[in-house]
Every structure is written in structure tokens, then in C-alpha cells.
């Protein structure tokens, strides 16, 4: 007998395309896709796999959400899972499971999730290592802050993802500047946290019914608020071969505890954290989700298994068999280079015949920029490659190296 799971994708994105995918394979299961995009745009294999789909005005809406999974009902039955990759989705899903009542992360954990000073507040009080940070609703607030923890900081929207609308503040001249860009008021805050120095990285994790499942650490070289200050810079993210050693064991007491203390009882996890020079961490921030930046195809080609259906199988059978890891890997970024003249379209791309030549044989995967594409506004650039072998030197140092050699050229 087969059970009904709805798919929330608001848009049909490659990588949420994927996760549908891997959804629309778990036996026993038919799949509904609820989407604020038209069925036309779905791939013919995609959309023959799944067993309806029902389109909103705003996936975004509870509301919305809940009265397609009645719709989708009434002709596959009650739903026994809702899923959702998108980060600001969790928190409408978890109103509209609880509203239906189906069982998965409910509203108070995706809230811990989703708003960053809360977060910050639940892991401070369960002990975790983490930012200062305040809540600023106005500018005296924020002064105030900013004379308790000094500077550099870090100033981000609450409910930010991926990065975006991340500054760096560096004097009480930079932070005028920033309160009279975006004047902080009680309906629209600004967070600011005091600025950790040290290597970032991320602790992927899986856990089921609340017990530790399975992990994976990465690195990013360099710290991703460097790239999103820099955007000339081209950025690798690497996960070695091997992070059972004790350097991690400081994340792995910590990060497992702070994702038991926000509330994820099963499901995946994507938190970023700095790891100090004296071997303290530092956690920055926490999504009850799959991970982006084509963290999920790392992972994948690390352990030589299909995360964009593992994670599925995971969220609607409580499933996951943790798998070795085989290899290290690590994805290139390529970012467009503006000209004097400026230009919103890749003009040409240099050095990439040779990094192919001495690099090649470690590709297993790549999107490579091309003459006349337009530029993306996205910090994972133009393009990347995905390299991987069992020695973690030989890819690290291939990463460094390919970073080196190609440039994309916008103009």
C-alpha cells in the first residue's frame, strides 16, 4: 500500500528539482508537488513520476499551503509527510503540518531555525559556544552593542540565507553609515554579532528520532563573508577525506547538541561554525534543511550515494543508512571579473584549458561559464567545477591551484 507525500517547491529550481527527484523514487510513496510555477515548466520525466500537482498563488502562505494539501486529499488521500528544501519555508510548512496535523518539525522549532537572534538566545542558553549578538530596533541600541563588543562586527538580517545581506562593520563610522543605509525599527531590526575570527566551516548532520545519526565537516576557503565583500574573489568549499580526528571533536559534542537544543527531532542539518585558533568553536548559524552551494552533490560524491534521495527517504521514513566516506572533495567557484567598462555578461573565460589539463582527471562534475551567459547575482558565481580523489592534499592543493588559474572575464 503507498503513502502520500506532498513536495513544497515554490519554484522549479535545479537543485529543489533534484530533491523532487529523489522523492518521486522512494517505493510505496505517490508524490504531489504543490508550486507557485505552472506543471508546464516541470521536465517530461519529472512530471509523469509524480501522481498530481496543484499550483498556489504564494507558497509562502500557510494558508495557501494547507488548502492544496486538502485539494491533493481529496484525491490521494491525507498526506503523511510535507517537505520543503527552502530555508524560508520552514516555518509556513511547520503551520501548515500543524494545522493538518502531520507529523514533522513543528512551528516552535522552525522558528529557532529560521530567526537568528532567537537562535542565538536558545544555543546561548543551552551553554553552546556561539556570537554575542543584539536584536537592534534602533540606533542607539545598536551603538550601545557596539561598545560592549567592539569592533570589527557582523551585521545580517534576522531571517537572512546563504549569506545575503551580510556586511561587515568596521568602525563606528561604518556602523552611521549602515543605520542611516537601513534605519533599524522595531517591525524591521537589524542583527548585530560581535566578529569571530578563524577557519569557517559547516557540520552537516543527520539525526533520527532525536538520536545522532551521521555527519560531515567542510571547510570554505576563504570565510564566506570575505567572498560576499569581495566579489572578484573565487572560492572553494573542501571536505576532506577523513574528519574523525580529535581537532573536530569539539564540533561534533557541539553540534549535535545544538541542533537537539533548537528542536530537530529528524531531519538534516546545515550549521556554519568557526573553529578558533586555541581549538574553541564558535557556531554562527543553523538550517533545519538541506544544505546549498552544491553542498548536496559534495556530499554525495564524498560517500558515493544520492543525497537528493537520501534526504527524502530520511524526512518521510525516518531512514538513513550511514555510508562511508570514500573520497575528499571540493567545488571551485568561478566568479566574473568586472572590466573598467563594466557589463553584465561573461565576456571570456582564461586559463581554463590548462587547469583542464592538469586538473581533469579529478572532475566529476562541473557547470563552466560561457561566452555570453549573463551574470549571475548570486555569490556562487558563473560556473563550478566538483573534483574529488582519496588523498585530501591532492585536492585541496588542486583547489587552491584552480581558483589561481581560471578567470572569467565579464564585460
Request: proline share 8%.
Amino acid at each position: 500500500m503507498s503513502i502520500h507525500v506532498i513536495f513544497y517547491a515554490p519554484f522549479f529550481m535545479e537543485t529543489t528539482l533534484r530533491f523532487v527527484a529523489g522523492a518521486a523514487k522512494l517505493p510505496g510513496v505517490r508524490l504531489s508537488l504543490v508550486s507557485q510555477d505552472p506543471a508546464e515548466k516541470l521536465p517530461p520525466g519529472l512530471r509523469s513520476a509524480l501522481a498530481a500537482h496543484w499550483r498556489v498563488d504564494n507558497a509562502l502562505d500557510p494558508a495557501q499551503l494547507v488548502s492544496a494539501a486538502r485539494a491533493l486529499a481529496s484525491r490521494l488521500g491525507p498526506p503523511v509527510r510535507m517537505l520543503g528544501a527552502l530555508e524560508q519555508l520552514q516555518v509556513p510548512l511547520a503551520k501548515a503540518r500543524e494545522a493538518l496535523g502531520v507529523a514533522g518539525l513543528d512551528i516552535e522549532s522552525a522558528r529557532n531555525f529560521r530567526d537568528k537572534p532567537r537562535m542565538k538566545d536558545v544555543l546561548r542558553a543551552a551553554g553552546l559556544p556561539c556570537a554575542r549578538h543584539v536584536l537592534a530596533e534602533n540606533a542607539e541600541q545598536a551603538r550601545v552593542f557596539a561598545g560592549l563588543a567592539g569592533f570589527p562586527l557582523v551585521a545580517k538580517p534576522p531571517a537572512g540565507a546563504g549569506g545575503k545581506g551580510t556586511f561587515r562593520v568596521d568602525s563606528a563610522h561604518d556602523l552611521s553609515r549602515l543605520l542611516h543605509q537601513y534605519p533599524p525599527s522595531a517591525r524591521e531590526p537589524t542583527l548585530l554579532e560581535e566578529f569571530v575570527s578563524g577557519a569557517e566551516h559547516s557540520f552537516d548532520s543527520i539525526v533520527i528520532k532525536g538520536k545522532p545519526a551521521w555527519y560531515s565537516i567542510s571547510r570554505y576557503m576563504p570565510a564566506p563573508l570575505q567572498v560576499l565583500e569581495n566579489p572578484w574573489i573565487q572560492w572553494c568549499v573542501f571536505l576532506p577525506r577523513d574528519v574523525s580526528g580529535p581537532e573536530f571533536q569539539p564540533i561534533r559534542d557541539a553540534g549535535f547538541r545544538a541542533v537537539e537544543a533548537l528542536g530537530l527531532h529528524t531531519g538534516l542539518s546545515h550549521m556554519e561554525w568557526f573553529q578558533l585558533r586555541d581549538g574553541r568553536v564558535a557556531i554562527s548559524e543553523v538550517g533545519a534543511r538541506p544544505p546549498g552551494a552544491q553542498f548536496t552533490s559534495l556530499m554525495s560524491w564524498a560517500h558515493d550515494l544520492d543525497f537528493y534521495q537520501a534526504w527524502p527517504r530520511l524526512m518521510v521514513f525516518d531512514e538513513f543508512d550511514p555510508p562511508p566516506r570514500k573520497y575528499a572533495v571540493g567545488a571551485a567557484y568561478f566568479r566574473g571579473q568586472k572590466s573598467a567598462a563594466g557589463g553584465s555578461r561573461v565576456r571570456a573565460i582564461h586559463g581554463l584549458d590548462e587547469a583542464q589539463r592538469r586538473f581533469g582527471h579529478l572532475v566529476v562534475e562541473s557547470r563552466l561559464p560561457s561566452a555570453g551567459q549573463f551574470a549571475s547575482d548570486s555569490y556562487e558565481g558563473e560556473g563550478y567545477v566538483i573534483i574529488r580523489d582519496p588523498d585530501s592534499a591532492e585536492i585541496e592543493n588542486a583547489l587552491k591551484q584552480i581558483v589561481g588559474l581560471v578567470r572569467v572575464e565579464l564585460g
